[in-house]
T-cell receptor
């Protein structure tokens, strides 16, 4: 069965510090993985998808099949990065979301 | 474009009552879905539709019905509300397969069942 785990409910860092939001998944096939973000008083929106191998707002995420992980990273956090972040796995028309990590970037 | 709209924004129901949460999109999207968001559990898929007339179950479909008579609308029906259905409900849509096309989310409906 598909499962997405985000072990940290809350992550607090200072502005300018590196950020890593952890995501682990369980899936027997080749996963399609995503990060979604919800800023305060805004709708949930797509941040990035692993297949695109893109960097969005300075964030990157690498799929590590050996460790079954898809951690989200940013070298220098900004205050505007404070938000709720969800890792999600897609399989045959269905998304499976993790429980989310709240990132708080302190000035 | 209004994007994805949901009504109502807030609703309080008594146990056993029924109601319909409305979801509409004006982007001609084929794929639509309903999620519930509970503290500590993230979003869980309730039902989804890949086009008008086609619906299927998600992760947590019990107690909910859906239909898709038009491309634009995807209502979610609670047949007999239970306190366990207290949650925030999100509707989402995408042009086609949501792995290839971005999902657009609605603002959510906060439902309380007493």
């Amino acid at each position: 069965a598909q499962r997405v785990t985000q072990p940290e409910k809350l992550l607090s860092v200072f502005k300018g510090a590196p950020v890593e939001l952890k995501c682990n998944y369980s899936y027997s096939g080749s996963p399609e993985l995503f990060w979604y973000v919800q800023y305060s008083r805004q709708r949930l929106q797509l941040l990035l998808r692993h297949i695109s191998r893109e960097s969005i707002k300075g964030f990157t995420a690498d799929l590590n099949k050996g460790e079954t992980s898809f951690h989200l990273k940013k070298p220098f956090a900004q205050e505007e990065d404070s938000a709720m972040y969800y890792c999600a796995l897609y399989n045959f028309n269905k998304f499976y979301f993790g429980s989310g990590t709240k990132l708080n970037v302190k000035p | 474009n209004a994007g994805v709209t949901q009504t109502p924004k807030f609703q309080v129901l008594k146990t056993g009552q029924s109601m319909t949460l409305q979801c509409a999109q004006d982007m001609n999207h084929e794929y639509m879905s309903w999620y519930r968001q509970d503290p500590g559990m993230g979003l869980r898929l309730i039902h989804y539709s890949v086009g008008a007339g086609i619906t299927d179950q998600g992760e947590v479909p019990n107690g909910y019905n859906v239909s898709r008579s038009t491309t634009e609308d995807f209502p979610l029906r609670l047949l007999s509300a239970a306190p366990s259905q207290t949650s925030v409900y999100f509707c989402a849509s995408s042009y086609s397969f949501p792995s290839s096309y971005e999902q657009y989310f609605g603002p959510g409906t906060r439902l309380t069942v007493t």
